[in-house]
Structures are given as structure tokens and as C-alpha cells.
């Protein structure tokens, strides 16, 4: 399953995909907004994407997480749009028969969509002020 | 597919910072087509050479995937340009 929502993330629905009566290991990692890195607080975090590709993006990366880890099931669910400290912003769940596919398969997943999703943040820190977050390149 | 040369307008989707800068989510290019990608962000430079390191960092993405330099583009393509991604 993959998807983005505007939507606060359900993350039982995202363990029910992927349960597997076959499956003896579920892994499910939630990435939350951090109200504060160091000193600096964070108000909100707003995501915006290239939605299309990353729909396209995300289904490529469940289907190359799924062959090279030999696991079984997938669900991805980003938020876009305005999230508050402590919301959910990126859930995966996999599932596999045993616990290290599906351990590493999670930390690849997360990994990858940091990497090559097209999907941004707008982070608005405690004085209100806004910064579009971009890795590898000074931030605007 | 027809590579004659001739003047055309590329319509280039624009995000996050990068649509901030431009305060546009979209900037018509108009170009002789095919071009190249790598043309394609030099144009795209010289409209705000103040950007120019926020743009060089970009990626192209033509018709969903991401497009090598030497890639060639017309105006039929659907082109974005992908600064650094941040999901997550």
C-alpha cells in the first residue's frame, strides 16, 4: 500500500496490510515531527510533493525492497500538507517471515525516500520564520 | 519522433524553495527545441543567476523520471525541476 494523505496516518491500518499469517516478523517505524533539534524548536513542518512521481517513486522502492530483502508485504504512507510536533509523518510497515529482512528492509525503505522522492519540507520554526529544507544544498 | 529544430515553449514545474524563489509553481521556457537538459538548466540559471547554486544542486525529472544531462527535451515533455528532496 502506498499513499499520500493530507489526513492524520492510521498506522493500524498500515499493520493490517501487511499482517501475513506466514509472516513471523512486522516491523513498523512511524517518523514523527520533532518539537525541538537541540535548542530550536519546530512549530510546524509542511510537506509538499511532486505527487505523481512520488506515488511512481514510492512503488518502484516497495517493489525493489520487496525482491532485494526477500520480504513480504509493504505499506508506505507519507503526509503532505501541515504537520504538528509529535504527528506522524512517514509510516512503513513490512512484514517478512523472519525479523532481520524485514529490520533492514524498513531502514532501506526510510532511507530511500529520503533519498529520491520528490517530497519537501517546509519547517516554521518558534519564530515563525519558514525555511524550505534542502539537503546538500544551503537551505531557502 | 521528429528532432528537426524550432522555437518552442517548455513548460517547467517548479517546487518548495525553488517555487518560493521564482514565486511561480510553473516557468515557461521558450527555447528551440530539442534541447538538451543540461541547456535547459543553464536557461533556467540565466533568468536568476542568483540561484544558481539552488538550481545546479536540482535534478530534472522529464515525464515522472528522472533525466540524465544529455537528455533531450521537447515541449510535448512534461519537465520538472526537483530541488534536493526532504521527505520524511
Given at each position: 500500500?502506498?499513499?499520500?494523505?493530507?489526513?492524520?496516518?492510521?498506522?493500524?491500518?498500515?499493520?493490517?496490510?501487511?499482517?501475513?499469517?506466514?509472516?513471523?516478523?512486522?516491523?513498523?517505524?512511524?517518523?514523527?515531527?520533532?518539537?525541538f533539534t537541540l535548542e530550536k524548536e519546530t512549530k510546524s513542518v509542511e510537506y509538499e510533493a511532486y505527487e505523481p512521481m512520488a506515488v511512481s517513486v514510492l512503488e518502484q522502492i516497495e517493489a525493489q525492497a520487496v525482491s532485494q530483502f526477500k520480504i513480504g508485504k509493504v505499506?508506505?504512507?507519507?503526509?503532505?500538507?501541515?504537520?504538528?510536533?509529535?504527528?506522524?509523518?512517514?509510516?512503513?510497515?513490512?512484514?517478512?517471515?523472519?525479523?532481520?529482512?524485514?529490520?533492514?528492509?524498513?531502514?532501506?525503505?526510510?532511507?530511500?525516500?529520503?533519498?529520491?522522492?520528490?517530497?519537501?519540507?517546509?519547517?516554521?520554526?518558534g519564530d515563525d520564520?519558514?525555511?524550505?529544507?534542502?539537503?546538500q544544498s544551503n537551505s531557502i | 519522433m521528429n528532432?528537426?529544430?524550432?522555437?518552442?515553449?517548455?513548460?517547467?514545474?517548479l517546487f518548495a524553495g525553488l517555487k518560493a524563489q521564482f514565486q511561480s509553481s510553473r516557468l515557461i521556457i521558450s527555447t528551440m527545441t530539442p534541447i538538451a537538459v543540461n541547456d535547459l538548466i543553464e536557461l533556467i540559471i540565466s533568468l536568476?543567476?542568483?540561484?544558481?547554486?539552488?538550481?545546479?544542486?536540482?535534478?530534472?525529472a522529464c515525464n515522472g523520471q528522472i533525466a540524465e544531462t544529455s537528455k533531450m527535451i521537447t515541449e510535448k515533455d512534461e519537465v520538472a525541476l526537483l530541488p534536493p528532496m526532504s521527505g520524511g
Amino acid at each position: 500500500m502506498i499513499r499520500l494523505t493530507t489526513s492524520i496516518i492510521n498506522s493500524a491500518e498500515l499493520v493490517r496490510f501487511v499482517s501475513d499469517p506466514n509472516h513471523g516478523a512486522f516491523v513498523l517505524f512511524l517518523g514523527t515531527i520533532r518539537k525541538f533539534t537541540l535548542e530550536k524548536e519546530t512549530k510546524s513542518v509542511e510537506y509538499e510533493a511532486y505527487e505523481p512521481m512520488a506515488v511512481s517513486v514510492l512503488e518502484q522502492i516497495e517493489a525493489q525492497a520487496v525482491s532485494q530483502f526477500k520480504i513480504g508485504k509493504v505499506s508506505i504512507v507519507h503526509r503532505l500538507g501541515k504537520c504538528l510536533p509529535e504527528e506522524v509523518a512517514v509510516a512503513v510497515a513490512v512484514s517478512s517471515s523472519h525479523r532481520r529482512n524485514a529490520f533492514d528492509a524498513c531502514s532501506w525503505i526510510m532511507d530511500e525516500i529520503k533519498r529520491v522522492v520528490p517530497i519537501w519540507k517546509l519547517e516554521t520554526d518558534g519564530d515563525d520564520v519558514s525555511t524550505w529544507i534542502h539537503p546538500q544544498s544551503n537551505s531557502i | 519522433m521528429n528532432l528537426e529544430n524550432s522555437v518552442a515553449h517548455i513548460e517547467v514545474l517548479l517546487f518548495a524553495g525553488l517555487k518560493a524563489q521564482f514565486q511561480s509553481s510553473r516557468l515557461i521556457i521558450s527555447t528551440m527545441t530539442p534541447i538538451a537538459v543540461n541547456d535547459l538548466i543553464e536557461l533556467i540559471i540565466s533568468l536568476r543567476p542568483d540561484l544558481s547554486d539552488h538550481i545546479s544542486a536540482s535534478l530534472v525529472a522529464c515525464n515522472g523520471q528522472i533525466a540524465e544531462t544529455s537528455k533531450m527535451i521537447t515541449e510535448k515533455d512534461e519537465v520538472a525541476l526537483l530541488p534536493p528532496m526532504s521527505g520524511g
